[in-house]
């Protein structure tokens, strides 16, 4: 697809979703209500949201799968996830406390996070293949930052990073080999409100997620970037995203395995 916008538009809606929006963590009027521009216009914008972090002396850290269900899928018309950066400021430590900052929606999710101990030669994986690779998997939650609104459409959410915000990874995490990935019980609760899934909601298996985004980053090409050693992929949630408030309580159970328990402050 051919993008509608030059590459100097996609630089200058890059930084006023990053300025604007995500350093002030703040909503911003979502770009695709202002311009006509399609998904290949998106995808590049979301690239160069990614070099304004680089710019600010960031350092990318990985990447975050979301819209892994079938269901927030056809709430969004898409028919597949899709992906964000992520980087080293977003990577938190558990501490029991994390600030609520700004006027941007903030949602959490429970999720599986793969540390990788090297990248991949071939785009058709398998599950081992993806074990192999896998230095340790984390216990984690992800803050998803809403600044171009939770409704605005795929192309939006895409330019703003996938709502990519803040996670919290609990250390020191596990061999590949010692997880059920398939069969984990997940409990949230946030306050008063309790869900519940399994891992398996996750694409059947959170080693699909990393088997999809090596995939989909190889047909992007530059636009994508590759997979290697150290990089930390955020799997997605078998939970749909819970809102929070300053006070929220969160408390996350993976049975049998381990909990995260924080406060929104």
């Known amino acids: 697809m051919v993008p509608c916008l030059t590459n100097d538009s996609h630089t200058f809606i890059a930084n006023e979703i990053y300025t604007c ?8 009027t979502p770009p695709a209500k202002k311009v006509r521009l399609n998904s290949a ?11 304004c972090y680089i710019g600010d002396g960031d350092t990318r850290l990985g990447y975050k799968v979301g819209f892994t269900s079938t269901i927030v899928q056809e709430q969004h018309g898409i028919s597949e996830p899709e992906f964000g950066y ?4 977003m990577k938190l430590t558990i501490q029991g406390q994390i600030p609520l900052q700004g006027t941007a ?3 959490v999710e429970p999720e599986i996070c793969f540390k990788l ?3 991949f030669e071939d785009t058709e994986l398998s599950v081992e293949d993806v074990l192999e690779k896998t230095e340790r998997i984390y216990l984690s939650l992800e803050l998803v930052e809403s600044r171009v609104g939770l409704n605005s459409g795929i192309d939006n959410v895409i330019m703003d990073n996938v709502g990519a915000s803040r996670i919290l990874i609990s250390e020191p995490g596990f061999p590949p080999g010692d997880f059920d990935l398939e069969n984990t019980t997940v409990n949230l609760m946030v306050d008063d409100l309790h ?3 399994k891992t398996s909601d996750v694409l059947g298996n959170p080693a699909n997620s990393v088997i999809w985004l090596n995939k989909r980053l190889t047909k992007l090409g530059p636009l994508g970037g590759q997979l290697g050693m150290g990089d930390h992929v955020m ?5 749909k995203p819970v809102p929070l408030v300053k006070g929220s309580m969160i408390k996350a159970e993976w049975c049998s395995v381990g909990t995260i328990e924080v406060e929104m402050v």
């Open 117 to 119: 101990a090297d990248g």
């Open 195 to 197: 869900y519940n899934g």
């Open 21 to 28: 929006g995500i350093v002030n963590n703040a909503q911003i």
């Open 105 to 107: 929606p903030v949602l």
């Open 235 to 239: 799997t997605g949630s078998p939970i």
């Open 86 to 89: 992520l980087t080293s400021s």
């Open 41 to 51: 216009d998106a995808e590049s914008i979301r690239r160069k949201v990614l070099d």
